[in-house]
């Protein structure tokens, strides 16, 4: 017997089968369905693909349904495992976290307000750090590239050295005080005896460079 005779056949008997059982059948698959068994589920719709009832296709669709549901529920639940495990300050990964729980679950008012609570977390950062970095651009201009004295703090100090053709610069360092800079520079110079001696000034300076008071001298 020929290959498509006997896939005729078994097409005949099923249908037969099924005439015959139509609601066992139907039972049996609702069963495999209601306990979530949904690959016994899926054997059995299979078994009976060429029938053409009412109820089958509704079962069907029932099932496609409850398999895309459990698959929801299982990404759902290792999104938020994910995201309970995430760092706090992982603001990229929580956000990411909540737009996929959101994809999967659209509407949802928990995970919108998620969503934005972490675009806008994100925008702060995001604007926090263009402020830093035009802030640090803006006092590093104050800053010799070559050996980082301040430029304004080094007129002021050859103005009152005693040879300011002697100076010689050793270090600069500064403290951030948000509203001004405390800067300190050493240097060595001649003194009025013609002794090269090392210096330091340390002075407050506004934002701009300015130098606003000097605090403290050595010697």
Do not use: C
């Not at 007129?155 to 300190?184: G, Q």
């Not at 002794?195 to 330091?200: A, E, I, T, Y």
């Amino acid at each position: 017997m020929a290959q498509a005779e006997k896939a005729e056949l078994k097409r005949i008997e099923t249908l037969e089968h099924f005439n015959k059982n139509r609601e066992t059948v139907i039972a049996e698959i609702k069963t495999a369905l209601d306990s979530q068994e949904f690959g016994k589920a899926t054997a059995l719709l299979t078994e009976y693909r060429f029938v053409d009832d009412s109820t089958i296709h509704a079962i069907e669709a029932e099932l496609q349904e409850k398999i895309a549901e459990a698959e929801r529920a299982k990404k759902t639940t290792a999104l938020l495992a994910e995201l309970a495990s995430a760092a706090e300050s992982d603001l990229d990964k929580r956000m990411g976290l909540t737009k996929n729980l959101l994809d999967l679950h659209p509407g949802n008012e928990e995970y919108i307000k998620a969503t934005d609570f972490y675009a806008h977390r994100i925008a702060e950062e995001n604007e926090k750090k263009r402020t830093t970095e035009e802030r640090k651009k803006k006092l590093g201009l104050q800053f010799s590239v070559w050996d980082g004295s301040h430029r304004t703090l080094e007129k002021l100090i050859k103005a009152t050295m005693n040879d300011p053709r002697s100076y010689e610069h050793v270090e600069t360092v500064y403290w951030d005080m948000e509203e001004h800079l405390i800067v300190r520079t050493t240097f060595r110079g001649k003194n009025i005896y013609g002794g090269v001696v090392p210096n330091w000034v340390k002075a407050k300076i506004d934002l701009d460079g300015n130098i606003i008071e000097v605090i403290e001298t050595y010697p």
